[in-house]
């Protein structure tokens, strides 16, 4: 599946042909939970100095 499982909206959405398995489960969440990581990862460093907003002078 190369979509989120709740997307019943997206093409290749389609209805399983059997209930997914305990061990199918266990997989599906490890990869969730991997690709989560992963997108973690690639916001670092979250502690990026913040750009201070300076309002620009009213004109006369």
Same mark, same amino acid.
């Given at each position: 599946?190369?979509? !989120?499982?709740?997307?019943?909206?997206?093409? !290749?959405?389609?209805?399983?042909?059997?209930?997914?398995?305990?061990? !199918?489960?266990?997989?599906?969440?490890?990869?969730?939970?991997?690709?989560?990581?992963?997108?973690?990862?690639?916001?670092?460093?979250?502690? !990026?100095?913040?750009?201070?907003?300076?309002?620009?002078?009213?004109?006369?």
């Amino acid at each position: 599946m190369n979509h !989120d499982r709740h997307d019943i909206h997206h093409p !290749d959405h389609k209805t399983p042909a059997k209930p997914e398995s305990p061990a !199918d489960k266990k997989s599906r969440k490890a990869h969730e939970s991997d690709n989560q990581d992963q997108a973690l990862d690639e916001t670092f460093p979250a502690s !990026d100095p913040v750009s201070p907003f300076v309002p620009a002078k009213a004109p006369d």
